[in-house]
């Protein structure tokens, strides 16, 4: 059987069933004294009621009681030697007469720690004297316990200061001298608060109650309790900033009713009355645990000791980062832009050994693990004596494994004679025609179909400002094809794209275009078809007449 306690929580216990003395008496009537009611296994306070009820047929009927401490006796009358306690003394009620109802003993003064438990005896007369006397021993017991429990909160793990995930993993550490945490339908009771900027002390009420993170992994004096928290899910919340999640914990000690038999009556037996782990809201102690969430990228400077060099020269690089969230890292890496490996840290060098115009990009995080970069234009040109033209280096192309291929000639030429290429094809094209798409200061050429037996992909592009293209070929967000080129002044460029196995079907070309200096690339998605190749027709043999 179950007490209901506050709505949907409901009491663990079962209540033992009372258990009954049958006395037999003269003919067929009979006395009986039982329990009523079941004590708590924990009460909190420094004095406990036991509640009985009688049926008596005799005129002259009371009942005597013997408490126990510890499982030791502590009073009560000595009917062991003969002796019959009288109606009215210290331990026993007046006479109670014919007829039935309840009766209830209240012991004060009781020790912490200390279980208790109070054993019935009555007396009645059957009509040859006074008085028989029978013991009821179905003892009800209870442990004194008012002694708050703590609950040592921790979030994401407790060793972390930032994070840029607004879901916060939360961890409570539930420990008690006497009692378990109090025993809901969902596990130990949490009454739980958020905050931004200091600690809070959480509500001990229905309101701030939380099922999610009341999941006890045991019901014992020592257990752990774990829930995730969306602050973006919070209302009033979501924004940056540093977090207080506080958390209060319930024991299984409730008052003692001393109204009734029920001692499970919802006014009595709810997690708000039991003893309640308090915070500091000064430090925080005691419940809350804390982290800082930042979201927002560091701002990157990019400088160099000169934009235009000769080959060979040696470049110096020079970074720096500023965050007003969590705080740049101070670590930061290089692309230097002509497939060299990356180098790092806040200044480096690097020589250029072939003409062109380079993008370089210094990139860092913050502490809450946000990245943000810078990139500068560093061109190059030859040495007095050498070539005048200057050669752009080709594009890259990445194949679906994975691997970047390096360009296998000197790219695009760039100069007073360099031709201009006008692509709307593609080999292993089928025909469709060709369509067309700007992003930002870059026009895209690509065909409309392309046939199954296609292995590359080749597009147009014509820029009127220096900027990096990305090219991808995706069908069921799984990459068939990409390539990637730098371009460093205006032109019309070609890029190579690599194909895997085509099926026949939809593609999407997702195109990206980010100009030298801008942080942020536009854009574009064309649809490419894959059609299967028509097969050839056979020729007719003339027949000679």
Same mark, same amino acid.
Request: charged share 15%; hydrophobic share 30%.
């Given at each position: ?207 701030? @109650? +939380? =099922? &999610? ?7 014992? #004096? /020592? %257990?752990?309790?774990?829930? !995730? ?34 001692? @499970? +009556? =919802? &006014? ?7 003893? #309640? /782990? %308090?915070?500091?809201?000064? !430090? ?46 101070? #670590? ?214």
């Amino acid at each position: 059987m179950a007490w209901g306690i506050g709505g949907t929580r409901r009491w663990a216990l079962g209540l033992a069933t009372a258990v009954a003395l049958v006395l037999a008496m003269t003919g067929s009537a009979v006395a009986t004294v039982s329990v009523a009611g079941t004590e708590p296994s924990y009460t909190k306070g420094t004095s406990n009621t036991w509640w009985f009820t009688y049926n008596s047929p005799s005129s002259t009927y009371y009942v005597c009681w013997t408490g126990f401490e510890n499982g030791a006796r502590a009073d009560g009358p000595d009917d062991q030697n003969g002796h019959i306690p009288a109606a009215g003394s210290h331990d026993c009620s007046a006479n109670l007469g014919q007829g039935s109802g309840g009766y209830h003993v209240t012991y004060p003064n009781l020790t912490e720690g200390h279980s208790y438990d109070v054993i019935m005896s009555e007396y009645y007369d059957h009509g040859v004297g006074c008085c028989t006397g029978g013991s009821f021993s179905a003892p009800n017991q209870t442990i004194m316990d008012n002694g708050a429990p703590s609950a040592n909160t921790s979030v994401d793990g407790g060793n972390v200061t930032f994070t840029n995930n607004p879901i916060l993993a939360v961890h409570i550490a539930y420990s008690d001298a006497l009692s378990p945490p109090f025993p809901t339908s969902v596990g130990g009771a949490t009454f739980d608060c958020l905050q931004i900027g200091s600690p809070c002390q959480p509500a001990v009420s229905s309101s701030s @109650f +939380d =099922p &999610a993170c009341s999941h006890g992994a045991s019901r014992s #004096t /020592s %257990t752990t309790m774990d829930c !995730t928290v969306d602050v973006t899910k919070v209302s009033g919340f979501g924004q940056d900033g540093k977090y207080f999640y506080c958390a209060r914990e319930a024991d299984s000690a409730i008052p003692d009713n001393p109204t009734g038999a029920n001692q @499970f +009556d =919802p &006014a009595y037996a709810d997690a708000t009355h039991a003893n #309640t /782990s %308090t915070v500091n809201t000064s !430090t925080g102690a005691g419940g809350c645990g804390s982290v800082t969430l930042d979201r927002t990228a560091p701002a990157v400077t990019a400088t160099a000791s000169a934009t235009s060099v000769h080959a060979g020269d040696l470049v110096t690089l020079n970074a720096t980062s500023t965050d007003g969230g969590s705080g740049p890292t101070g #670590t930061y890496s290089w692309d230097y832009g002509d497939n060299t490996t990356k180098g790092s840290g806040a200044s480096t060098t690097h020589t250029f050994t072939q003409p062109g115009t380079y993008h370089v990009t210094a990139g860092t995080t913050d502490r809450a693990g946000n990245a943000g970069s810078a990139g500068l234009t560093i061109t190059v040109t030859a040495r007095p004596g050498s070539s005048s033209t200057t050669t752009t280096p080709g594009p890259t192309t990445t194949t679906p494994g994975g691997a970047t291929t390096p360009p296998s000639g000197p790219g695009t030429t760039v100069g007073p004679s360099a031709p201009t290429v006008k692509l709307i094809g593609s080999q292993g094209g089928s025909g469709g025609g060709a369509q067309q798409t700007v992003l930002g200061g870059l026009d895209l050429t690509a065909p409309r179909k392309l046939l199954t037996t296609a292995r590359l992909l080749l597009v147009a592009a014509t820029t009127d400002r220096p900027g990096r293209l990305d090219l991808a070929l995706v069908r069921d967000g799984k990459i068939i094809g990409r390539g990637n080129a730098h371009y460093g002044r205006p032109g019309t460029y070609s890029l190579r794209v690599k194909l895997g196995r085509l099926k026949r079907g939809g593609y999407s070309l997702k195109a990206s275009f980010l100009p030298d200096g801008a942080t942020i690339a536009a854009r574009k998605t064309l649809n490419i078809q894959a059609v299967k190749p028509k097969p050839k027709k056979k020729k007719r043999k003339r027949r000679k007449r």
